[in-house]
């Protein structure tokens, strides 16, 4: 079956170091999307995609890098992370066209800055 | 600027009665609605669809309604069952030719009482 998995899924990480949050997908979709989840601001966008060596910021894109160098990978990262970065992020996929937008979640990776 | 508000952080209802989660958009440009759902250390799953032609959609217990001229819409979950507490988080999305991702509103946590 086609899924979607995130690598690590917990990450203990200390301020000022760089972290590379793991996305891969088997369902050959052209769209991926990082989100974080937030308690009171729900999901936030933070890059997308529309297929190989497309990106795109979000609405929270700042202190974030992607980049996409094939179709199945979309990986997140934190350049230099800060405390505020603490969060749980999903990484989406979804096809493309007009038949609209159902996107399909991985199951998350809790990201803590000590 | 939230995009999506649910105004509900949380609901609580009795097993069998019915629930009704809302959800307020302000972007003209939205014409693709959907709802997930979240169990706690999951992705959020796909639950249900609306296309802004038209006002309701039904799939099993679960209806969306959207009203276009009030930039509302809601889920009724009817019956209530203990399996449907989770966070529910309503979505929306531009249709644009192969440009497509999900603003999300801040989610509600249902809670079905036994």
């Known amino acids: 079956d086609a899924e979607i998995t995130q690598s690590p899924r917990h990450k203990i990480t200390e301020t000022g170091r760089q972290v590379t949050l793991a996305c891969h997908q088997t369902w050959n979709h052209n769209n991926m999307f990082w989100y974080r989840q937030d308690l009171g601001h729900g999901l936030r966008l933070i890059h997308y995609?529309?297929?190989?060596?497309?990106?795109n910021k979000g609405e929270v894109s700042d202190g974030y890098s992607v980049s996409r160098s094939n179709t199945e990978d979309l990986p997140l990262t934190l350049e230099s992370a800060a405390s505020s970065q603490t969060s749980v992020y999903f990484c989406?996929?979804?096809?493309?066209?007009?038949?609209?937008?159902?996107?399909?979640f991985g199951q998350g990776t809790r990201l803590t800055v000590v | 600027d939230q995009q999506v508000k649910q105004n509900s952080p949380s609901l609580s209802v009795q097993e069998g009665r019915i629930s009704i989660l809302n959800c307020d958009y302000t972007n003209s440009m939205f014409d693709y609605f959907l709802w997930y759902k979240k169990y706690p250390a999951e992705g959020p799953t796909f639950l249900i669809s609306i296309s802004s032609i038209k006002d309701k959609n039904e799939d099993g217990r679960f209806t969306v309604f959207l009203n276009k001229s009030a930039k509302h819409l809601s889920l009724h979950i009817v019956p209530s069952q203990p399996g449907d507490s989770a966070v529910y988080f309503c979505?929306?999305?531009?249709?644009?030719?192969?440009?497509?991702?999900?603003?999300f509103g801040q989610g509600t946590r249902l809670t079905i009482n036994p």
């Open positions: 995609s529309y297929g190989v060596q497309d990106t």
């Open positions: 989406a996929s979804s096809e493309s066209g007009d038949r609209g937008t159902e996107a399909f």
């Open positions: 979505a929306a999305s531009p249709i644009i030719q192969g440009a497509q991702k999900l603003v």
